[in-house]
T-cell receptor
Framework: KAGVTQTPRYLIKTRGQQVTLSCSPI?????VSWYQQTPGQGLQFLFE???????NKGNFPGRFSGRQFSNSRSEMNVSTLELGDSALYLC????????????FGPGTRLLVL | AQSVAQPEDQVNVAEGNPLTVKCTYS??????LFWYVQYPNRGLQFLLK??????LVKGSYGFEAEFNKSQTSFHLKKPSALVSDSALYFC????????????FGTGTQLKVEL
């Protein structure tokens, strides 16, 4: 099976712009979660989608949003980018329940200038 | 709220020696526990997990971890370290019934030297 794929892999934006990141889960996986990784804050949970519904949400401002499509592919959007949004954004997919392993994609590295 | 502590930022070990990377957790109820490894400029790679049952969990690449409920610990171990094991290791906890929200520790950089 192909792993989790994320596009683009690298992105450079300027403050105030918006960005959309894409994640394609492993075939058959219905849950997609997003995480932000920064040197200062480490790995932080953004949100989880399951069957096109947001099931969990982390402590991020409303500028961070996401959605999931009927084929389980997911996108996350960050509006009005700030310098502090520079990070590695990781997507993970799992089959169904929380006891299932989450498999991570390679990430999208976002640099905000 | 759940939390994970990895008390050591870095662990140095000689190749061939056993290694231990420490992890303690705090969560209400019984936890699901995970170890992931991250190589430079890569995503997280799953190593092993504890769901229920035997406290000693065996995973990929010869790694294992022991769940200790009384000490709320889930230390990662390997009997004989390899230089190629050098990477960043993350422990994570997930609260049962809480969906797929993983809470990670701050990570431990493992350096295996010849």
């Amino acid at each position: 099976k192909a792993g989790v794929t994320q596009t683009p892999r690298y992105l450079i934006k300027t403050r105030g712009q918006q960005v959309t990141l894409s994640c394609s889960p492993i075939s058959g996986h219905r849950s997609v979660s997003w995480y932000q990784q920064t040197p200062g804050q480490g790995l932080q949970f953004l949100f989880e989608y399951f069957s096109e519904t947001q099931r969990n949400k982390g402590n991020f401002p409303g500028r961070f949003s996401g959605r999931q499509f009927s084929n389980s592919r997911s996108e996350m959007n960050v509006s009005t980018l700030e310098l502090g949004d520079s990070a590695l954004y990781l997507c993970a997919s799992s089959f169904l329940d929380s006891q299932e392993t989450q498999y991570f994609g390679p990430g999208t590295r976002l640099l905000v200038l | 709220a759940q939390s994970v502590a990895q008390p050591e930022d870095q662990v140095n070990v000689a190749e061939g020696n056993p290694l231990t990377v420490k992890c303690t957790y705090s969560v209400s109820g019984n936890p699901y526990l995970f170890w992931y490894v991250q190589y430079p400029n890569r995503g997280l790679q799953f190593l092993l997990k504890y769901i229920t049952g035997d406290n000693l969990v065996k995973g990929s690449y010869g790694f294992e971890a022991e769940f200790n409920k009384s000490q709320t610990s889930f230390h990662l171990k390997k009997p004989s370290a390899l230089v190629s094991d050098s990477a960043l290791y993350f422990c994570a906890v997930l609260r049962r019934g809480g969906g797929n929200k993983l809470t990670f520790g701050t990570g431990t950089q493992l350096k295996v030297e010849l």
